[in-house]
């Protein structure tokens, strides 16, 4: 049997077709998920999904590394936003009363947004910009964080821009209050905002090219402990140049989802020592 395995080892064409088995057992399950997501899911862009349990983990030690802030706290944050019933019923009533339902999941999956609301829990940023906000998921999640801030007499407020006016439909009720979306053109919007900026995502036009003019425009704003995410890290290397030109660190999280077929964005950080 020892033999005739060994001589098999040797036809080229049994070896190829084992190397071809193997490396495809790494996506098959794949196509099993794309069929449940198209018979199950409404989503056409912007994906949602859950993370994996120690993706979940490797965020929050990414914001307890760049805030130098304790893995515990941090953690602790992203478990608050996942169990905020208000905000979880906010989001599932808005979504049920919106023209927009038919492109949406009656599901509410944060994924690597809550790194985001972790910042804004540990950062207690004054400002807060998101560029491209698309429903308005990342935005009623920051508003929540700033109101969680806010109880703890640590206010702060939120812009989103967007060129859709129909987006942003998340952000009413109590979140709205401390939180508005700027319409238009993103650059044109950010080159109208003189307050300084603690915390700024960009997730509008993902070409490179803009997103560089959006950093650029925003620099003499950012205070000296303000954070840059970008949300367009896992295709362009926009962040990560910027940071180098103005000596700035940079550190990436590649996100992983738990039963999705999408492979995952990821969260670019700037940030000064
Ligand atoms: C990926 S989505 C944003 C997702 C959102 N941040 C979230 O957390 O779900 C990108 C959004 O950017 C907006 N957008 C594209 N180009 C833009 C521009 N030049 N200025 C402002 N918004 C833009 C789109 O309308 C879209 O809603």
Not at 132 to 140: M, P, Q
Not at 144 to 164: Q, S, V
Not at 170 to 182: M, N, P, Q, S
Not at 206 to 233: G, M, P
Request: neutral net charge; glycine residues 6%.
């Amino acid at each position: 049997m020892e033999i005739l395995l060994r001589a098999l080892k040797k036809i080229w064409l049994l070896r190829f077709l084992r190397r071809i088995y193997l490396a495809s057992t790494y996506f098959n399950h794949k196509y099993i998920q794309i069929i449940q997501w198209g018979f199950n899911s409404n989503e056409t862009s912007n994906f949602t999904y859950q993370l994996t349990q120690s993706n979940l983990n490797y965020l929050s030690f990414t914001v307890s590394a760049v805030l130098n802030e304790n893995y515990q706290i941090v953690r602790k944050y992203i478990d608050e936003a996942q169990n905020d019933a208000a905000l979880r019923e906010h989001i599932l009533e808005t979504t049920r009363n919106s023209s927009q339902r038919k492109f949406a999941d009656e599901k509410i999956l944060f994924g690597r947004r809550l790194g985001w609301y972790a910042f804004v829990r540990a950062l207690k940023p004054k400002l807060v910009i998101e560029t491209g906000v698309d429903k308005g998921l990342g935005s009623v999640l920051l508003c929540a964080a700033l109101l969680k801030n806010a109880e703890e007499g640590l206010p702060g407020k939120y812009l989103g821009t967007d060129i859709n006016p129909e987006a942003g439909y998340l952000l009413t009720g109590r979140y709205a209050e401390v939180g508005k979306i700027l319409y238009g053109d993103s650059i044109e919007s950010l080159s109208k905002i003189e307050e300084p900026i603690d915390l700024f995502i960009n997730d509008s036009d993902h070409s490179v090219e803009y997103e560089c003019r959006e950093y650029e425009v925003i620099q003499k704003l950012l205070t000296k402990r303000a954070v840059i995410l970008s949300d367009n890290a896992h295709v362009s290397g926009s962040l990560a140049d910027f940071s180098l030109k103005t000596g700035r660190h940079f550190l990436y999280f590649q996100e992983e989802p738990e039963n999705h077929w999408y492979p995952g964005a990821g969260i670019g950080i700037s940030f000064s020592a």
